[in-house]
């Protein structure tokens, strides 16, 4: 992990001119009526699930490029996920892939998590690509193929995830399928439909009563033509047609240019149908990179329904965050903590909203002053805001210049090679 005194020695050299920004910013928000200390608190509490494959080399399926002492197994990618949430203490929790991570003691994993500080959060089934030893192809689909012998696995997949998500202490379930069709006329549109609903209603009546089942939509890729569970509607009907715990999971960049995201979001809250996010960012397709890298505004709007919906439903709206990015270029590590910052950002600018000004300006469709309101929110520079909560949480000021300040990468290099 990361020695705490080097946070402690890096946050040294800049509590000074934090200190010095966070008054500064104190000033500018009370004149706005906002209690700067009442915001900390709030971003104090924002967290985000790191995913196992995140901490991993990133690339496509161009070409994968080795980050120096990149981790081997779970247990690595484990260390990795803690020295993120020790520089950022906002990332508590781990979404783990099976097979990709499964293990043969599931509790011992679990006591090795649990000794570095993390929890599991929802579990990824992976019915996109054969396994070694399966018995049927997904080839041409996994919980919607024609063929009922190939669905059965499927479903027993998704059972054996949730099963070792038990041991873990997650309590969902998460499944995202590459199952459509890249030509006209290869699956009928509508029978393809009927069998993945039939899929999933399966494994609903099999989930623990305390768990959560997300259904994650993408409009193409691996299908080029259809795509089964293309979108928010679809996913919304198969929601409805489940059952009350079956949730639709937000990934930003499953939609095409241009999408309103954020209407989509509101649209799933009113329908209490919201399960959660897959944070990223996106210019041209599913592109996976840093949440906030091309789009921040976007990522603050999202933030501005979820503050919307969490103040109208107070503790009750409780959707899961977490993070699902490829990292290409950079290092996991510093990228997972930036990813982490600017969604902290743009949940503290979200809070910034004077929702009661915003309102009465839309309701007098004071078009100027209602843009300006949001705007005001989304310019104010909150760094000093998540930067004092990282602080107080034991975190870094800076968690960039902390891993780097710490040698971690380096260390890992030489004991894990690579
Ligand atoms: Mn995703």
Redesign the pocket.
Known sequence: MIPEDVIEKENAKLARHLDARFKELGHALAERGIEIEAVVEQAGKFAAAVPSWGVASGGTRFGRFPVPGQPRDIYDKIDDAAAIHQLTRANPTVSLHIPWDQVDDTAALRKYARARGLGFDAMNSNTFEDQPGQRYSYKFGSLSHTDRAVREQAIAHNLEVAAIGQKLGSRALSI?IADGSCFPGQASLSASFERYLGSLKKIYARLPNDWTMFI?YKPFEPAFYYTVLADWGAALMAAHEVGPRCKV?V?L??HLPGTNVEMIVARLIAAGRLGGF?F?DNKYADDDLSAGSIDPYRLFRVFHELTLASRAQGRKFRPAYLI?QSHLLKDPIEELCMTTVELQLAYVQALLVDNEALESYQNSNDVMMAETELKKAFKTDVGPVAAMARKRAGGAINPIAAYRASGYREKKAKERGG
Do not use: I, R
Request: charged share 35%; aromatic share 12%; hydrophobic share 20%.
């Open positions: 995202w994650e999971l990934d960049g499953h897959h990223n699902d």
